[in-house]
């Protein structure tokens, strides 16, 4: 037994070790870090494994949280009330146009988001509110927090497309394709800027 | 002009509506409250209420697609405040387009709804999820004014413009210069004539002088903050018109609030002339309303503390205390506490929320 375990030990430290990592920082045309940037690397030449969780987008203080959440292709997503009040989350974005009654609590059926893009909520009650869902071809992706940067620390060898979308820019910066060997740690930066 | 503008603007929304309506799978929900209600005895303003009263309100919700979509707010009440037409009737109804050029939003409403301003009715069907009745202010405001037109919100980022183009509300300003302030949530239905005093009435539906009426209003919203500047002007002409007596009010009001996930803390304070004829004379009253809030919320329960101070000839202050237990899912039992100068009423309120 104790022979086993350490076997399962060095090869899960063995895969570790194996795993490339890449730190991307985003910024503005000013050299600003950007907050809630979607960074996502799309492997090249390889099928992805489907998605497994189910993602969150609450209703809290009248606000969505989070503004921007990102998700693989074929992820639910459960749309959660916290609020004591209704609200009517709706998109009418391409890639997946819905629209919720009013409602508290928990709707009874999570919305499956089965094309890549960008959708926007909004609610038809509170004007203020508004997030983004960014679908994503996908499993190795992350969203920038204040610092303006995320690290993809489980990505295998290989070659892979670096893309990043961030609100409120309307041309995203190009994507930046990389090969990675077993072990590599690359850093990358994306400037973007405001579209108008 | 203005009027010209306003009726091919209200053809816009409509218009979009139906043409979208031949060609999606449309969507209609419902959903409103049905509650029951006991007051202790109050027959002076702005207190006055029946000890005993129950009130339905409906929403049907419309959408051809989500972007464009009609909503009708329906009530019906057994207390009628002594009005004409006023058990039961429609509060609101509406179509509307949205938008998004870029990141950006647009919305475009067209027919009879509550001016977006409120920090305390910020639920559907105007609800408040803070107390039973409304501030001085919105209590106005759910009495005498409906605008009947088009409304324009532009939203980009954390800044928003809005216009409204409106018709109707010729009376508005009738109700705190003539009859005084009141502490309640009768929402005038579309047609009613609401008692000013023993002569005369006031109607959200009053258009007497062929005027359209305008309000403009911008807003800044942070990730707590909130802060709100409005202007209304309803170019009443002041003239007697029978039993219905334009008033010409312009308001002003601003706003802010601050909540986090269990607290909030709202202000509005508005102020302004309303001015009407008489005996070839003209009368202008300085009115105004103030209200804070303070308010805490568990999982299952809320208590606020609002204090208005409001003003025509006279000045009156109000401190109402209020709490909310939702026991079980749709079910929300109240109660409520206002003094207002020396006089108290008590509430309690049983309201049952139902949903499509």
């Known amino acids: ?196 | 002009m203005l009027d010209a503008v306003l009726h091919r603007a209200l053809a816009v929304p409509a218009t979009i509506v139906l043409a979208f309506a031949a060609n999606a799978a449309p969507v209609l929900d419902w959903s409103g409250f049905l509650s029951l209600r006991a007051a202790s005895s109050a027959d002076e303003r702005p207190l006055e209420t029946d000890a005993l009263s129950a009130q339905a309100q409906v929403g049907l919700d419309w959408w051809a697609s989500p972007a464009f979509g009609a909503h009708v707010h329906l009530v019906g009440r057994t207390d009628d405040r002594d009005a004409v037409r006023g058990h039961a009737g429609i509060a609101e109804a509406w179509a509307e387009a949205n938008f998004h050029p870029a990141a950006d939003r647009v919305r475009l409403r067209g027919g009879a709804f509550f001016l977006p301003t409120s920090r305390e009715n910020v639920d559907a069907l105007w609800e408040s999820p803070y107390t039973i009745t409304s501030s001085a202010l919105n209590s106005w405001f759910g009495e005498e004014l409906r605008p009947v037109g088009i409304d324009a919100t532009w939203t980009h980022q954390r800044a928003s413009l809005g216009a409204t183009l409106f018709r109707g509300n010729d009376t508005f300003g009738a109700l705190p210069a003539v009859r005084g302030w009141s502490l309640s949530d009768h929402w005038t239905v579309l047609g009613e004539r609401f008692p000013v005093d023993a002569e005369y009435f006031t109607s959200v539906s009053a258009e007497n002088d062929g005027r359209a009426g305008w309000s403009a209003r911008a807003s800044w919203n942070g990730e707590r903050l909130y802060l709100q500047a409005t202007h209304i002007d309803n170019r009443g002409d002041g003239l007697d018109y029978g039993d219905l007596d334009n008033w010409g009010t312009r308001f002003s009001i601003v706003a802010a609030e601050y909540s986090t996930e269990e607290w909030t803390v709202a202000a509005e304070s508005g102020w302004g002339p309303t001015f009407v004829f008489g005996d070839g004379q003209k009368f202008v009253t300085d009115i105004d309303a103030s209200y804070v809030l303070i308010s805490r919320r568990w999982d299952h329960a809320r208590a606020t503390v609002r204090y208005d101070d409001f003003g025509a000839d006279a000045r009156e202050r109000a401190l109402t205390l209020a709490a909310f237990w939702s026991p079980r899912g749709p079910f929300r039992l109240g109660g409520e506490v206002v003094r207002a100068s020396d006089r108290y009423r008590v509430m309690l309120e049983v309201r049952y929320h139902f949903a499509r």
């Open chain 1, 1 to 196: 037994m104790f022979r086993i375990v350490c076997l399962l030990a060095l090869m899960l430290a063995s895969t570790a070790v194996l795993a490339a990592t890449l730190t991307v920082r985003v910024r503005d045309g000013r050299g600003a870090s950007v907050q809630d940037a979607v960074v996502y690397a799309v492997p090249e030449g390889r099928s992805v494994a489907p998605p497994k969780r189910v993602a969150v987008m609450d209703q809290k203080n009248r606000m969505f949280v989070p503004h921007v959440l990102a998700v693989q292709t074929g992820t639910a997503v459960k749309f959660p009330n916290s609020d004591d009040i209704r609200h009517q989350v709706y998109s009418f974005s391409s890639a997946k146009p819905f629209q919720l009654p009013l409602y508290k609590g928990t709707p009874s059926s999570p919305i499956v988001f089965t094309t890549p893009g960008v959708v926007t909520l909004g609610c038809n009650i509170h004007d203020r509110m508004s997030a983004y869902i960014v679908i994503v071809d996908t499993p190795y992706f992350a969203t920038t927090a204040a610092g303006g940067q995320v690290t993809l620390d489980d990505l295998g060898a290989g070659r892979y497309a670096i893309n990043v979308w961030a609100p409120g820019v309307r041309d995203a910066p190009a994507p930046v394709t990389v090969v990675l060997t077993d072990g590599e740690r690359r850093d990358l930066t994306f400037d973007t800027r405001k579209g108008k």
